[in-house]
């Protein structure tokens, strides 16, 4: 099985910008679809962005769309989430996911196998 790390939250202000990685051990990346999912705090996990294994398909959120670039290097076995004019809605801890079904990239957080342990991003306004 796959073990995700993420890394690269922080505090920041409105407007700002932070990049996410999500790094993958144990099996190589390139066999799963990737997600990053957010839970602010006293709501459920909402879907953010997805992509499939080689990066063919990619999806967002209606609230990130335009803001936040998904890539994946499976070389490196990392997944990175770039997060650009950030908003305080955006304040959550975020977690990066793997999908053994490489093929689909789903929003549905109970299609993903494997999770991370999520890192905090909060927006000041």
């Known amino acids: 099985q796959v073990q995700l790390v993420e890394s690269g939250g922080g505090l920041v202000q409105a407007g700002c910008s932070l990049r996410l990685s999500c790094a993958a051990s144990g099996r190589p990346i390139s066999e799963y679809a990737m997600g990053w999912f957010r839970q602010a705090l006293g709501k459920e996990r909402e879907f953010v962005s997805a992509l499939t294994w080689c990066s063919t398909n990619t999806y967002y959120a209606d609230s990130v769309k335009g803001r936040f670039t998904i890539s994946r290097d499976n070389a490196n076995n990392r997944v990175y989430l770039q997060m650009d004019s950030l908003k305080p809605e955006d304040t959550a801890v975020y977690y990066c996911?793997?999908?053994?079904?490489?093929?689909?990239?789903?929003?549905?957080?109970?299609?993903?196998?494997?999770w991370g342990q999520g890192t905090q991003v909060t927006v000041s306004s």
């Open positions: 996911a793997a999908r053994r079904d490489s093929t689909i990239a789903s929003s549905n957080p109970r299609h993903y196998d494997y």
